[in-house]
């Protein structure tokens, strides 16, 4: 079965920082965009970053430009989502996925992981 699996979340300050991991099981991570979504309590789910296979092109959602950093780490076959600054707002379920282009759109992954929770709160 083909599938992502996400680590790396917590509970964390305001102001703080976590870094995100995603590896992928059954499949070679370092031939797909890879995308991080997230989805709060109540609300949909949204595109949060995007990173193409190679690694040069990368995309965020305004709330989190200057804040978040999308890597990979193709020899590893590793992406990561480090997140500094935290919010309260960033509060959600983190989930990797990866598909064939990056795209902020969820609809455009194949392979879902169960996500990770982040919390940020005082």
């Known amino acids: 079965q083909l599938h992502v699996v996400e680590s790396g979340g917590g509970l964390v300050q305001p102001g703080g920082t976590l870094r995100l991991s995603c590896a992928a099981s059954?499949?070679?991570?370092?031939?797909?965009?890879v995308g991080w979504f997230r989805q709060a309590p109540g609300k949909e789910r949204e595109g949060v970053s995007c990173i193409t296979s190679s690694g040069g092109h990368r995309t965020y959602r305004d709330s989190v430009k200057d804040r978040f950093t999308i890597s990979r780490d193709n020899v590893q076959n590793m992406v990561y989502l480090e997140m500094n600054s935290l919010k309260p707002e960033d509060t959600a379920v983190y989930y990797c996925?990866?598909?064939?282009?990056?795209?902020?759109?969820?609809?455009?992954?194949?392979?879902w992981g169960q996500g990770t929770q982040v919390t940020v709160s005082s």
């Open positions: 059954g499949f070679t991570l370092a031939n797909y965009a």
């Open positions: 996925a990866a598909g064939p282009y990056a795209l902020l759109s969820a609809v455009t992954y194949q392979h």
